[in-house]
Structures are given as C-alpha cells and as structure tokens.
C-alpha cells in the first residue's frame, strides 16, 4: 500500500483506491498496534485523506469537499488530546538527546512521569468509553461506506493543477507571514501549508520520481522542522500553564530556556529550506508541475 498515484491508472480509480486504502490502514492500526502507535498512524492517515480530497477539490465541488474534509478534520481532533501526551514524550526525548549531557542526571524525570501519568489515566478513561475498540471503529467504517467514493468523473490529469498552485501560493504567503509576524500561530498555518504540499508531492511520485523524490525528502525535511517547532511550543504553554509540578521554578525556567533555543535553531533551519522550496511564483509552479504531467501521465 503506497500513498502515490500509479500514472498507468486513470484519476478516479486512483482516488478511490488511496482513499480506501487509508481508511482500511486505519482499522488495522487499530487491531495491530500498541494503541499510542495506532493513534499516532491514524492522524497521519486521516491527515492524508484530507490532503488527497484537496487535491482534487474544484472536480469534487466546494460542498462536497467541505464534507469531507470537515468529517477527517473532526475526527482528528477527537484523537489530538491524547496525541499530543505522547507527543509531549517524544519532544522532551528530543531535548534531552540536545542537551542531555549538559545538564544534570534526570532532568527531564519530573516531566515524563507526570505526562505518563496523565496519558495513563486519559488512556483508561478512553478505554472504559470503548471509545478505540467502539467508537473510533464505527466512525472509520461509516467512512469507508460513505465517504471514500467521491464524486470524482474527470480522468485528467490536469483536473489536479488549480490545487497544486493553491496549496503553493498559500505556503508562500504562510512562510512571509511566520516571519514578519513570529507567532506560534503562524508557525503553524505554514506547517499546515508545507504538510499539504507535502503530501501532494508523494502522491505525484510516480510522474517523474526521480525529480519528485528529492523535492519530497526536501518537503519532508521542511515539515519536521516545523513540526518539532509546534511541539516545542504546545509543551511550551503546558509548562506556562503550570500544569507540572515542579518544586524548583529553576527548573521549569531551564526548561522554557531549552526550548526556546531549540525553537530558534528549527526556525531559522526551516527558513533557508522554505525560501528554497518557495522560490518560485505560484503560477511558475503550477506550470512545471502541469507540464511534467503532460509529458509522463498515461
């Protein structure tokens, strides 16, 4: 299972089979994995089925695409709270694998154990809801029965373009925007904008995958740094929040210091990566994207 267009198929078979796969891909994250590792596959999915409605959303109509993309979105967000414990973990791993050897032993102790604990009993509460083995299941398969059809007729390639330049143009707004005005706010509509272009760029391996495969490790790169900067800032405010407690105020004041030079570093990383990626016009774009689908689709 590949989340790539296969170019020796027509548009609608390949829509409604990458959507059916995610979907299914879904379910069996469910039944296989540990259940953080479901949750964290699963956002990824649903994310993915989001970027692929918008990738053909002037041939699915604006009503119809809004459904879908509000049923995905929805439903992410019934999983992100308790995403966002694990992500907690994995970004305190980060710190302590930057600067770990610069301070004392079991620094990042106090903070694991509490966000453990508060995932622990997230996690039971969920399960005495059935929510993962009930609840997220009957969502998932009324998707798969309702939702992963899509009204998508046109077998042209091209039908794709208008979104390829929307999603550019709006990543190169989002990228002047988060620096002219360095807000987390910001920081996260450009990596919503990267994620979508992202996701485009796997879907359009197969055209030319020489090509697409290095502006996709270029893509990918981009969005890590973005996303290891919006987890910085998420675990951020839940220190500001005085949602830990911690005895030594030294600590959590070590703490937001760490963060806030690791933020600098991802921020000014991601900025040389996204002038690159975003150097052309949106309209410069769409053209090269547009002629390399004319010469290799079909």
């Known amino acids: 299972m590949v989340y790539k267009l296969d170019k020796d198929k027509n548009i609608v078979s390949n829509i409604s089979r990458i959507a059916n796969e995610e979907v299914v891909a879904c379910l069996t994250s469910l039944e296989t994995l540990n259940i953080h590792e479901a949750i964290h596959d699963i956002r ?56 770990g050897k610069y301070i004392y032993v079991n620094f990042f102790k106090t903070f694991e154990k509490q966000i453990e604990a508060e995932r622990n009993e997230m996690e039971e509460t969920l399960k005495s809801r059935n929510f993962f083995s009930d609840h997220l299941v009957e969502k998932l398969k009324k998707a798969q029965e309702e939702l992963i059809h899509w009204p998508v007729e046109s077998n042209k390639i091209d039908i794709i373009l208008p979104s390829i330049k929307r999603v550019y143009k709006r990543g190169v707004k989002a990228l002047k925007e988060a620096y002219k005005n360095p807000t987390p706010e910001n920081f996260h509509e450009w990596r919503k ?17 020489d090509f697409f495969d290095t502006l996709e490790a270029e893509i990918h790169q981009l969005a890590d740094y973005l996303g290891d900067d919006h987890d910085l800032m998420v675990l951020k ?62």
């Open 193 to 209: 904008r990267v994620k979508y272009l992202w996701y485009q760029t796997l879907l359009l391996q197969e055209i030319w995958p």
């Open 44 to 99: 990824k999915r649903l994310k993915k089925l989001r970027a692929l409605s918008r990738l053909v959303r002037d041939e699915l109509g604006e009503e119809n695409y809004k459904s879908i993309n509000i049923y995905f979105r929805d439903l992410g967000r019934e999983i992100s709270e308790f995403r966002d414990l694990t992500a907690h973990l994995e970004t305190i791993e980060l710190l302590n694998q930057r600067y």
């Open 237 to 298: 405010d839940k220190i500001a929040m005085d949602d830990f407690s911690v005895k030594d105020k030294n600590k959590e004041e070590l703490m937001l210091a760490m963060i806030h030079e690791y933020s600098e570093y991802l921020r000014e990383n991601a900025k040389t990566k996204g002038q690159l990626i975003y150097a052309e016009s949106p309209k410069d774009f769409k053209k090269r994207i547009g002629k390399y689908t004319e010469i290799n689709w079909n």
